[in-house]
């Protein structure tokens, strides 16, 4: 099972908003709608901010935002704070042989 | 407040074992799927393998099929994961992780790190 393709990394100023894609098959992303994403700063674990491609857990801020369309699922962060800097991953069930598979990872930089 | 608390890393020789364990706390321990998920130095996250929440159905990747095997006791809210045949490639912090119900992670602990090396 491979990893699902981030971009390697992206960037925008305070307040501005900055998208990510990740993107799958229709064995995974695609084929199901339990896309996650998850945030992780430096020497630490990772924190789930989004599920089921676009429901955020309670305490995650709104500016958190995620979709889908067709092998492709998005995060989008909005207006854009200095603590938004953290390596961000996704994440899709892959059926019952692979369960999880995450994507190779995006980091976020707040200019 | 729920907590995972892994321990048990450590340096080993390929060829080797070792086993990591997590302390589970602050929720119904019995009533939850749980995962290992690990990272290797510098790279991203990777699904290792899963448990039902009464131990009868277990999954791995295929990286560690035949060679890791995962197990609980709910009795003592904990989670293990024994590793034999160790490889360079296994090296990475492994974290204890609790699954949702809706194919998501919802909570991780801190992560134990395991180094393979001669």
């Known amino acids: 099972q491979s990893a699902l393709t981030q971009p390697p990394s992206a960037s925008g100023s305070p307040g501005q908003s900055v998208t990510i894609s990740c993107t799958g098959t229709s064995s995974d992303v695609g084929g199901y709608n339990y896309v996650a994403w998850y945030q992780q700063h430096p020497g630490k674990a990772p924190k789930l901010m989004i599920y089921e491609v676009s429901k955020r857990p309670s305490g995650v801020p709104d500016r958190f935002s995620g979709s889908k369309s067709g092998n492709t699922a998005s995060l989008t962060v909005s207006g854009l704070q200095a603590e938004d800097e953290a390596d961000y991953y996704c994440?899709?069930?892959?059926?019952?042989?692979?369960?999880?598979?995450f994507g190779t990872g995006t980091k976020v930089t707040v200019l | 407040e729920v907590q995972l608390v892994e321990s048990g890393g450590g340096f080993v020789q390929p060829g080797g074992s070792l086993r990591i364990s997590c302390a589970a706390s602050g929720f119904t321990f019995s009533t939850y799927w749980m995962s290992w998920v690990r990272q290797a130095p510098g790279k991203g996250l990777e699904w290792v393998a899963n448990?039902?929440?009464?131990?009868?159905?277990?999954n791995y990747v295929d990286s560690v099929k035949g060679r890791f095997t995962i197990s609980r006791d709910n009795t003592k809210n904990s989670l293990y994961l024994q590793m034999n045949s160790l490889r360079a490639e296994d090296t990475a912090v492994y974290y204890c992780?609790?699954?949702?119900?809706?194919?998501?992670?919802?909570?991780w602990g801190q992560g134990t790190q395991v180094t393979v090396s001669s």
């Open positions: 448990i039902q929440h009464d131990g009868s159905e277990k």
């Open positions: 992780a609790r699954e949702a119900a809706n194919w998501a992670i919802s909570r």
């Open positions: 994440s899709s069930y892959a059926g019952s042989n692979n369960f999880y598979v």
